[in-house]
């Protein structure tokens, strides 16, 4: 069955500091993945994706993740967080072929603190 | 540039009563149209997508249905709401079908059933 799970509801953070989000997938394939950030009373924007080649995807205002099949994970990073990134994270799992068929994890809550 | 409308903003229906949301997609030919719906503080769950006009795929039953009558419109409706209704639904597009697409939502529109 494919499914994700994000471990983690709520992480807090000070500003400043360096952030991980984690992700864990199920898949019997190689799964596109998404890091999708979805700010206060907003619709979702997608922040990388990752289908093919490395393991590492740089994203929108300095988020990267790194896929790993081994591990079966696709977590999130970033060096140096802001107060604006305070939000809620996605990590979406769409199977191959056929319609845009996505599998939300439950969403990571993140607080930036000051 | 493409953009998507989504209205209302707000909804507080009575339980029975009926329901209709919208959504508009400008600067943009032929898109795949989504709706999902989202729990307060929970992940997202797809509910329909359609491909073509007057085309029109169920993903989940919530007692909701939903059409596209015309390229750019994609309507959710329902004649009864139910508590269970309640959330955040938004509506979404991507160019293409294909898994790897990135999907662009809109702002959503937040329904209380009481």
């Known amino acids: 069955a494919q499914s994700v799970t994000q471990p983690d509801a709520r992480v807090t953070v000070s500003e400043g500091a360096s952030l991980q989000l984690r992700c864990k997938y199920s898949y019997s394939g190689t799964p596109y993945l998404f890091w999708y950030v979805q700010y206060p009373r907003q619709g979702l924007q997608l922040l990388l994706k990752y289908y093919s080649g490395d393991p590492v995807v740089q994203g929108v205002n300095g988020f990267e993740a790194e896929f790993s099949k081994s591990n079966s994970s696709f977590h999130l990073r970033k060096a140096s967080v802001h107060w604006s990134d305070s939000a809620v994270y996605f990590c979406v799992l769409s199977n191959q072929g056929g319609s845009a068929k996505l599998i939300f994890g439950e969403g990571t809550k993140l607080t930036v603190s000051s | 540039a493409q953009t998507i409308h989504q209205w209302p903003v707000a909804e507080i229906k009575a339980v029975g009563s009926p329901l209709s949301l919208g959504c508009t997609i400008k600067g943009k030919s032929s898109p795949n149209l989504y709706w999902y719906w989202q729990a307060t503080g929970g992940t997202l769950q797809q509910l329909f997508y359609s491909i073509t006009v007057g085309q029109v795929e169920s993903v989940v039953q919530l007692n909701l249905s939903a059409s596209r009558p015309k390229d750019d419109q994609f309507i959710l409706s329902t004649e009864k709401l139910l508590l269970s209704h309640s959330g955040f639904y938004l509506c979404?597009?991507?160019?293409?079908?294909?898994?790897?697409?990135?999907?662009?939502f809109g702002s959503g529109t937040r329904l209380t059933v009481l």
């Open positions: 979404a597009w991507s160019r293409l079908g294909s898994s790897a697409e990135t999907l662009y």
